[in-house]
């Protein structure tokens, strides 16, 4: 299965504007023209490039079982999880007290 084969014609026509749109904004010099129409490629390519992931990952599990794949990426491979935030109820980071600043020249 090719997967471009998987893009609908909608998908492969909004593909084709934005590339023909980045050659014509890319021969000219405005530089605003060309990031805008760069992000609009990004984001026609979006669903094109999942689908190139999601391919490159089921033929490298092909066959396998988790721990199969789990034990062929390495024992040391972990996901960085966040750090759990302080258990007691006071602020750890509290903020500075601001005075206020009497303008009228009193004390």
Known sequence: MRL???LTPDELAQIAACVNEL???AAGSDYKLIRQNIEQ???ATRRFAE?????EVMSAMKGQTMDAADESMGADLTART???RPSSKRN??????????NTDGTD
Do not use: C, Q
């Not at 689908?51 to 391919?55: I, N």
């Not at 750890?92 to 600043?101: A, G, M, V, Y």
């Open 4 to 6: 471009g084969s998987s």
């Open 23 to 25: 050659k014509i904004s």
């Open 41 to 43: 490629l990004d984001k």
């Open 51 to 55: 689908l190139m992931m999601d391919s």
């Open 82 to 84: 966040p750090s759990p």
């Open 92 to 101: 750890p980071w509290p903020r500075k007290r601001l005075t206020p600043i």
